[in-house]
């Protein structure tokens, strides 16, 4: 199955920001990893975010380039598998990004 791949604006200039080549390895692990499978979980690549209903997703990319993003699955079959990238940030900065962005997810939270 085939997802298109979608940056927010905010996503857009997190990338624009990063060095050439580092944006380059950023695009291609975009492309690698998130193109047909962005929620395959893997130890250490694509992590599940728990406690979030937003951003539901984290891919390392290298050791200090974190991309958060969520996955939307089609309905039926007119609609497209779309994944939305909405940060790309840097290890040191991604609790911080978390802890302003993160939206918690309820049903988790404990009664």
């Not at 395959?40 to 599940?48: G, L, N, V």
Request: aromatic share 6%; glycine share 2%; hydrophobic share 35%.
């Amino acid at each position: 199955m085939r997802f298109d791949i979608f940056l927010t604006p905010e996503a857009v200039e997190d990338l624009q920001s990063l060095k050439a080549n580092v944006r380059t390895e950023v695009q291609d692990a975009l492309e690698r990893h998130l193109r047909h499978e962005p929620a395959k979980c893997s130890k250490s690549r694509i992590k599940r975010l728990r406690g979030l209903s937003k951003p539901q997703y984290r891919l390392r990319v290298g050791s200090e380039i974190r991309v958060f993003y969520d996955v939307n699955l089609a309905e039926n079959d007119d609609l497209e598998n779309v994944v939305m990238i909405l940060s790309i940030v840097s290890k040191s900065d991604a609790d911080q990004w978390l802890e302003q962005f993160g939206e918690s997810d309820e049903t988790s939270s404990p009664l």
